[in-house]
């Protein structure tokens, strides 16, 4: 049960961070969370979102030209 309270504020702060900083959520991202940890489990979050916008090229919305 602590588990996973502690996985869906995992996947609440990861959604929070990504709109932040590249304007998705963690739905935008087309992973499940089962997906996702199988690639990022071992990473913090910031590090599993920089893998992530690497591996995809994003852009993020601070670095838009408007």
Same mark, same amino acid.
């Given at each position: 049960?602590?588990?996973?309270?502690?996985?869906?504020? !995992? *996947? $609440?702060? =990861?959604?929070?961070?990504?709109?932040?900083?590249?304007?998705?959520?963690?739905? #935008?991202?087309?992973?499940?969370?089962?997906?996702?940890?199988? !690639? *990022? $489990?071992? =990473?913090?979050?910031?590090?599993?979102?920089?893998?992530?916008?690497?591996?995809? #090229?994003?852009?993020?919305?601070?670095?838009?030209?408007?």
């Amino acid at each position: 049960m602590k588990f996973h309270k502690q996985k869906n504020e !995992y *996947f $609440e702060i =990861l959604s929070e961070k990504l709109v932040q900083q590249y304007g998705i959520n963690f739905n #935008d991202t087309g992973y499940s969370e089962s997906e996702w940890l199988a !690639y *990022f $489990e071992d =990473l913090t979050i910031y590090e599993a979102i920089t893998a992530f916008v690497l591996k995809y #090229d994003l852009t993020a919305v601070g670095d838009l030209i408007l």
